[in-house]
Nanobody
Framework: QVQLVESGGGLVQAGGSLRLSCAAS????????MGWFRQAPGKEREFVAVISWNGGSSYYADSVKGRFTISRGNAKNTVYLQMNSLKPEDTAVYYC?????????????????WGQGTQVTVSS
């Protein structure tokens, strides 16, 4: 099992930046693709980004493409989400997760070992 702990959330003004971290412990972190999701109040959890096990490829939701960057440091067992040009609609709890199947990359059903989440609030 891989245990995940997110950090780095907070309150930021529109146009600002935050970097989220997801620290992993347990089984070999570098074996897994890792994803970020988010859930806004009253909405379903939605896909944000995913990165391959070796960091060689990544994929983003259209809503964050060009503003967010996912990366990983396997030596540190950590995956990151750099968020720039933040908008009020980015306000949500952000979660990282381990990708466990390979049918639909944007489906939360393909992911597991969810962390507890970190709150991001963007003020206008």
């Amino acid at each position: 099992q891989v245990q995940l702990v997110e950090s780095g959330g907070g309150l930021v003004q529109a146009g600002g930046s935050l970097r989220l971290s997801c620290a992993a412990s347990g089984r070999t972190f570098s074996d897994y693709d890792m994803g970020w999701f988010r859930q806004a109040p009253g909405k379903e959890r939605e896909f944000v980004a995913v990165i391959s096990w070796n960091g060689g490829s990544s994929y983003y939701a259209d809503s964050v493409k060009g503003r967010f960057t996912i990366s990983r440091g396997n030596a540190k067992n950590t995956v990151y989400l750099q968020m720039n040009s933040l908008k009020p609609e980015d306000t949500a709890v952000y979660y990282c997760a381990v990708r466990q199947s390979f049918r639909q990359v944007t489906s939360e059903n393909e992911y597991g070992n969810w962390g507890q989440g970190t709150q991001v609030t963007v003020s206008s």
